[in-house]
C-alpha cells in the first residue's frame, strides 16, 4: 500500500480500505465486472491521483472522473470572448487564476496580457470591485466562472457594487449548477453509473436534495463527500454499501460542513441576481438545459454580456475542438485522459491543448502530475 | 477555486459591508461574511470559517479547520490559494 503512510491516519484509512475490499467482494464485482462510480468534482479527482486511491482500491471499482472542474468544461467560445472584452480599450478584466492558461481559438487570456491587455489575476470578485472603486474611469470586468461554490460570492459582489452605484463594474457571467449534467450524463445511453460521491463544497451551498432526483428518478446511490482522503474513501464505502443493499439514497459524510438545506444567506443572494439559462454550452457535453445562470433584469447593468454586446447576448457561437482532442470524452468519463492520443504528445501541462490538462483540479493534469508522465514514458 | 481555505476572523473591520479581517495560515486577508453572519457581527470573532474566493462560507471548529489545512497542504492547495492572495493584493497595487 504505497501510499496509506502519508493519510493523517493511516489505521484508519487501512480499515475503511479493509472495509471496501469487503463490500466491492460481496457486490462481485470484479475486475471485468467493475462498479462504475463517477467522483463529480475535480477536487476530488486530484485527491484521487495524489493519493492513489485509485490503487489502493479493489480492482473492481473503476472511479469515472466527473465534469466538476469548472475551467475544464467552459467551451473555447467563452475563452475567446473573455479575450475579445480583455482587448477592449479602458477594460481591466479580472480573473482567477485557474483561467489564465486555459487555451482559446486563437490565444489564452495569459498570451492576452503578454500582448498587452490589462488582465489581472484575483483571488476573489472583491478585489475587481475594490479596482472598479480605484479606478474609476476604467471598465473593470470580472470573470464569473464555477459552480455552486463560487456563485454566492459573485451574486454578493454585485450587490455591493449596486449598493454603491458602481456603474464601471460587471461580471462576465459564467456561472453553472452541478445537478443538469449529472442528469444528462444519466441519460446518455453510452455511459455506466452505478453511483456517484457528490462534491461537499457544493452542497455547503446548496445542501443535499438537488440531488435527490439521482436516487428518486435514476435509483443510484449518491453520497456527499469531504475532501480528506479519508472522506473520500469513507463516501465510495458508503456507495458500495448501497450498491450491495440495493438502496438508493443520498447521504452525506460532509455532515460537519454540509447543511442538509445549505447556506441560506448563499441561496437568498443567489435567487436575488441569477436565473436559469434556458441553456448553457459545456466543453464535451454541448448545449444542457438550464445548466448556466445569468444576471437578471434588475442587475442588467453589472452584466457584461449586456454592457459589451458579447456571450450569449450575441447568439450562438460554434468553435470546433482542436485536432486529436479528446477533451469531450475525457470530460464525460468515456475516455480515460492516457487514451488521449495528444496525451503527453501535443498535449502536456506546458504546452496545453485542453482546460483538462491546466487546472490542478483537470482529470489530464492529474495522470499527469501523479503518473501520468511515467504511463507515457512507457507507452512511448 | 472550489476547495476553500480555513482561516480565523480576528475582527469586524466594515460593518455596513459585512467585511472581517481573516488570518488565514498567519497571512492577512479581508474577507465578507455575510454567509456566515449572525444578528451580531462581533460574535464571528475568534471563529474559523470555510473561506472561498474571499467569503466566508461555512462556520468550523478549530479541530475541523487543522485538519483541513492539513489535507489542502498535502494537495498543493494551501499553497496555491495563499498564492493567489497574494497575487490579488498586487492586481490591486498595478497601474
Ligand atoms: S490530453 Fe489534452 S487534448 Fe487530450 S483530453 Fe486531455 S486536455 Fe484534452
Known amino acids: 500500500m ?91 478584466f479580472c480573473t ?3 483561467a489564465m492558461r486555459v487555451p482559446g481559438t486563437v490565444k489564452s487570456l495569459m498570451q492576452a496580457k503578454a500582448d498587452g491587455a490589462d488582465i489581472r489575476m484575483v483571488y476573489s470578485p472583491l478585489d475587481a470591485v475594490e479596482l472598479a472603486r480605484r479606478n474609476p474611469g476604467r471598465e473593470v470586468v470580472f470573470f464569473g466562472l464555477g459552480f455552486e461554490t463560487t456563485t454566492p460570492s459573485t ?12 456603474e ?24 455506466v453509473l452505478d453511483g456517484f460521491v457528490g462534491p461537499g ?16 428518478d435514476y435509483g443510484k446511490p449518491i453520497v456527499v463527500a469531504g475532501f480528506e482522503p479519508l472522506d473520500l474513501l469513507q463516501s465510495v464505502l458508503m456507495v458500495l454499501e448501497q450498491i450491495r443493499d440495493g438502496r ?100 502536456t501541462p506546458d504546452t496545453p491543448l485542453g482546460a483538462l490538462m491546466v487546472s490542478s483540479e483537470g482529470a489530464c493534469a492529474a495522470y499527469w502530475t501523479y503518473g501520468g508522465a511515467r504511463a507515457v514514458e512507457e507507452a512511448v | 477555486m472550489c476547495l476553500g481555505i480555513p482561516g480565523q476572523i480576528v475582527e469586524i473591520t466594515d460593518e455596513a459591508r459585512q467585511m472581517a479581517m481573516a488570518d488565514v495560515s498567519g497571512v492577512r486577508r479581508e474577507v465578507n461574511v455575510t454567509c456566515v453572519a449572525g444578528a451580531d457581527l462581533s460574535e464571528l470573532v ?12 461555512a462556520v468550523i471548529d478549530e479541530h475541523e479547520a487543522a485538519e483541513t489545512l492539513e489535507a489542502l497542504r498535502g494537495l498543493g492547495e494551501a499553497q496555491e490559494t495563499l498564492e493567489q492572495m497574494a497575487e490579488g493584493a498586487k492586481a490591486l497595487e498595478e497601474q
Open chain 1, 2 to 92: 504505497r501510499y496509506v503512510e502519508e493519510f493523517r491516519d493511516p489505521k484508519a484509512a487501512r480499515g475503511v480500505l479493509a472495509a471496501i475490499a469487503r463490500v466491492t467482494g460481496e457486490i462481485g464485482a470484479t475486475a471485468e465486472k467493475p462498479v462504475h462510480i463517477m467522483e463529480i468534482c475535480g477536487g476530488h479527482t486530484h485527491a484521487i491521483f495524489r493519493y492513489g486511491l485509485d490503487k489502493l482500491t479493489p480492482e473492481g471499482i473503476e472511479f469515472i472522473h466527473g465534469p466538476g472542474c469548472p475551467v475544464c468544461v467552459l467551451p473555447m467560445a467563452r475563452v475567446d470572448e473573455c479575450v475579445e472584452i480583455a482587448e477592449r480599450p479602458g477594460v481591466i
Open chain 1, 248 to 347: 438508493a439514497e443520498v447521504e452525506n459524510q460532509y455532515a460537519r460542513v454540509v447543511p442538509e438545506h445549505g447556506n441560506p444567506a448563499s441561496l437568498v443572494a443567489i435567487a436575488d441576481v441569477y436565473e436559469p439559462r434556458p441553456s448553457f454550452e459545456w466543453r464535451g457535453l454541448g448545449e444542457i438545459d438550464a445548466s448556466g445562470l445569468r444576471i437578471r433584469d434588475a442587475y442588467k447593468a453589472f452584466d457584461a454580456e449586456e454592457k459589451f454586446g458579447i456571450g450569449y447576448a450575441a447568439g450562438p457561437r460554434v468553435v470546433a475542438e482542436p485536432e486529436g482532442c479528446a477533451c469531450g470524452a475525457v470530460m464525460t468519463g468515456r475516455l480515460k485522459p492516457t487514451g488521449c492520443p495528444q496525451f503527453g504528445r501535443g498535449c
Open chain 1, 155 to 166: 451574486a454578493l459582489s454585485i450587490q455591493q457594487a449596486a449598493r454603491e452605484g458602481l
Open chain 2, 46 to 57: 475568534g471563529a474559523w470559517v470555510l473561506i472561498h474566493v474571499g467569503f466566508a462560507m
Open chain 1, 168 to 191: 464601471n463594474f460587471s461580471v462576465f457571467c459564467n456561472h453553472i449548477t452541478v445537478p443538469p449534467p449529472i442528469k444528462a450524463l444519466l441519460d446518455d445511453p453510452h455511459m
Open chain 1, 96 to 98: 482567477f487564476g485557474d
Open chain 1, 201 to 216: 463544497h457544493v452542497s455547503m451551498v446548496i445542501g443535499v436534495h438537488p440531488y435527490d432526483f439521482i436516487a428518486d
